[in-house]
């Protein structure tokens, strides 16, 4: 059999301080990513509620200038106009997944992913919302949105 002979009170001591720096590096990520979804859950809301609304342009100010590079403004505002037309009035929405997104398109900056059910009077739809936070600003912007509905499909 084999014996365990007790740490010596240094090694004991080391132990105890390394998984207390360890608890405190994973507290203080932790409190990092819950800031992070809170300040992006901030322009989560704006953003549905401009669309509640039918404020197309409060809606529009969320996006991230890079979101507009394959498809310009006008032709966005044009797409969200449609979707509120074939899925009706906003009527609310639960994330059901956030996660810190892989995505590193506009360079240096914190990435955040959201999935959304989101609810309208006619019909659902889930939505992807990719936010993205340069480093150095102060706000995230939208930088990717994807809306999938059978709503849609309906001609």
Not at 12 to 38: I, K, P
Not at 74 to 89: F, N, P
Not at 96 to 121: D, M, N, Q, W
Request: aromatic residues 12%; contains cysteine.
């Amino acid at each position: 059999p084999h014996s365990f002979a007790p740490y010596s009170a240094a090694m004991r001591h080391r132990l105890a301080t390394l998984a207390t720096s360890l608890a405190l590096v994973l507290w203080v990520v932790g409190c990092a990513e819950y800031a992070d979804r809170r300040e992006a859950e901030h322009v989560l809301v704006h953003h549905f509620e401009a669309l509640a609304h039918r404020d197309y342009d409060a809606a529009m100010a969320d996006y991230d200038d890079s979101f507009f590079e394959d498809v310009t403004r006008t032709e966005w505002r044009g797409m969200l106009v449609s979707v509120m037309d074939k899925l009706g009035s906003f009527k609310g929405y639960d994330v059901s997944a956030f996660g810190l997104a892989s995505r590193r398109l506009s360079g240096p900056g914190t990435y955040v992913r959201f999935r959304c059910k989101v609810s309208y009077s006619k019909h659902t739809s889930d939505e992807i919302l990719y936010l993205f936070r340069k480093q150095g600003a102060a706000k995230f912007k939208i930088l990717g949105h994807q809306i999938d509905s059978d709503g849609l499909l309906i001609k």
